[in-house]
């Protein structure tokens, strides 16, 4: 973030020049551009670990008892699509995931935003966010038993207890990083408070608290496969616990595929998220996309 996005330091005309450090808009480039992110190069490494996996499984180079065939695992798979548990598993998975996510992700935000604006508050919230956030969520989940039961609570709240601190801990780094040569930039021109906070401090922090997102959807998917081994009777990790108790290991992989696959789908879409709303940051990704 620099001075321009105040719209006081410089007109209108002159935002749009370049500057050094501007991907090229030749023709030439933007059609190798184009061609380097048509190639999938993101899935060699995957097929390669799949065609592994099938050759170790056919030539027996590991114990078909405890390993099953890719095979095995995609008609495990596609038999849950077909009875419609599959749909239902992941329905409950995800819908437990999105609420603790909102619960501990804007409870994290409000908390960083004030530790991060108010060294009062940090004085006081800092040390003891700091304190908790080092409990494993593992020991929580007897605590949170005992407390709500066997029901939805318990899995929300470690869900959302393992976002808060992601969250919390982003959104206060993004504050306190912000250059204060704005902040005085902003004092020089009479910005209000809501000016200051909507042309400085949002779009300053922005870049952490969107990273605090990618990394709170991570860590609150990993907390949902611990809530819902401990208890749940549907979810992507109660049909994983199903194939463990029938020794069904053609399911377990396939849900912790679904897992991994899903897990990467909901991260490249915080990516792409990320370029369109920082798309005016000047940094090497544009270096590298060139």
Known sequence: MTAESLDVSRPASDLRQPVR???????????????????????????????????????????????????????????????????TNLSASVGRWLLGFAIGGALGLA???????????????????????????????????????????PKVILIA????????????????????????????????????????IIPGAMPSILQGVRLGLGIAWLALVIAELTGANTGIGYWMQTGREYVRVDIVLAALIVFAAVGKIVDSLVRLLERRLLGWRDNIEKDMNA
């Open 21 to 87: 450090g501007d991907a090229p808009t030749t023709p030439e480039s933007r059609a190798r551009i184009r061609t380097r992110k048509r190639f999938p190069i993101g899935w060699i490494l995957p097929v390669a670990i799949v065609l592994v996996w099938f050759a170790a499984y056919q030539f027996q180079w590991i114990n078909p008892v405890l390993f099953s065939s890719p095979v095995e695992v995609a008609k495990a798979f596609w038999s849950a699509v077909l009875d419609g548990s599959f749909v």
């Open 111 to 153: 908390a960083g935003a004030l530790t991060g604006l108010s060294k009062v508050s940090e004085r006081l919230l800092d040390p003891s966010f700091q304190m908790l956030r080092t409990v494993p969520i593992m020991g929580l989940v007897p605590l949170f038993i005992l407390w709500f039961g066997l029901g939805e609570p």
């Open 161 to 200: 207890v393992a976002t808060f601190f992601q969250m919390y801990i982003q959104v206060f780094a993004g504050i306190r990083s912000i250059d204060r040569k704005l902040l005085e930039v902003g004092r020089v021109y009479e910005l209000s408070t809501w000016q200051t906070l909507r042309r400085i």
